[in-house]
């Protein structure tokens, strides 16, 4: 069965350094999603991807974080400058149409 | 806004036993309703949806109901198995947000033989 995968499992940077975090979405997919849950904490929307640009985003997706399909298979989430506070769980998900939302196992962000 | 309120966890539960694991909402518009399950070390999987009030989502014997009157979506399962041991998040999809999945913070249930 088809899934959605990320890399990698397990992140661990100083703060002010760039982190990519890599997504490859289901490939007949073509909504993109980035959400990030701080322990704890709610999963949070931070951003959506539809035809090569953002569609919606929310406000903790500030000028620090970006998003790029780069090679029609790979979804990638970069933050340019971390933060202590962007230690987070970060989940990829994507789906096809009206459908759900499919959901990668996520990758763990720890800033030091 | 929308929002999505669920029970805090931890849960123990013996198998065998009732489960019931409270969520509302709030939300403008007509939202669908997800609860999502995330096993230990996997990503997050839809468990059960249902898309408009009095709907009735059901999935390997749990069940929840779209109750407009109430705004809630409470999940329930009559028998609890070791394998449903996992975090359970309540979750809408708003009408007027597009895409935007709004979640709960879950809730960790552990079944003990």
């Known amino acids: 069965e088809p899934e959605v995968t990320q890399t990698p499992s397990h992140q661990v940077t100083q703060m002010g350094q760039e982190v990519i975090l890599r997504c490859v979405p289901i490939?007949?997919?073509?909504?993109f999603y980035w959400y990030r849950q701080i322990l704890g904490q709610k999963v949070e929307f931070l951003v959506s991807?539809?035809?090569?640009?953002?569609?919606?985003k929310s406000e903790i997706f500030d000028d620090q974080f970006s998003v790029e399909r780069p090679d029609g298979s790979n979804f990638t989430l970069k933050i340019r400058s971390t933060k202590l506070e962007d230690s987070a769980m970060y989940f990829c998900?994507?789906?096809?149409?009206?459908?759900?939302?499919?959901f990668g196992p996520g990758t763990r962000l720890t800033v030091l | 806004g929308n929002s999505v309120t669920q029970m805090e966890g931890p849960v123990t539960l013996s198998e065998e036993a009732f489960l019931t694991i409270n969520c509302t909402y709030t939300?403008?518009?007509?939202?669908?309703l997800f609860w999502y399950v995330q096993y230990p070390g996997e990503g997050l999987q839809l468990l059960l949806k249902?898309?408009?009030?009095?709907d009735k989502g059901s999935n390997k014997g749990f069940e929840a109901t779209y109750r407009k009157e109430t705004t809630s979506f409470h999940l329930e399962k009559g028998s609890v198995q070791v394998s449903d041991s996992a975090v359970y998040f309540c979750?809408?999809?708003?009408?007027?947000?597009?895409?935007?999945?709004?979640f709960g913070t879950g809730t960790s249930l552990t079944v003990i033989p």
């Open positions: 998900a994507s789906k096809l149409d009206l459908n759900e939302q499919f």
């Open positions: 490939s007949n997919h073509l909504y």
């Open positions: 991807f539809y035809n090569n640009e953002i569609s919606e």
């Open positions: 939300a403008t518009g007509y939202p669908s």
């Open positions: 249902a898309t408009k009030a009095d």
């Open positions: 979750a809408l999809r708003a009408s007027n947000t597009g895409n935007q999945f709004y």
